[in-house]
């Protein structure tokens, strides 16, 4: 692991970071390491926190996340 990745890891453990930003950090980071299904789960947790947030509906579909159903509607409502 590259002193780069440790850093990010030790970023996105901060208890200074709340809410879904962290966690999404995290599903880019698990993304970028080809870990697709780790990037996809957390990515589902940021929607169910966030179910309309486009970054998050955007990198779901990248990773072929299965959205939430409320995701699933506002992305649906978003496409007509």
Do not use: N, T, W
């Not at 901060?14 to 697709?36: K, N, T, W």
């Not at 072929?64 to 699933?72: D, I, K, V």
């Amino acid at each position: 692991m590259a002193p780069e990745d440790e850093l990010l890891d030790r970023l996105v453990a901060s208890p200074a970071l709340a809410g879904p930003e962290p966690i999404f950090l995290r599903a880019r980071i698990a993304e970028r390491r080809g870990d697709v299904y780790q990037a996809a789960a957390l990515v589902i947790q940021c929607l169910k926190e966030m179910p309309g947030h486009q970054a998050y509906l955007d990198f779901a579909v990248e990773v072929s996340a299965e959205l939430p159903s409320r995701a699933r509607g506002i992305a649906a409502e978003r496409a007509r």
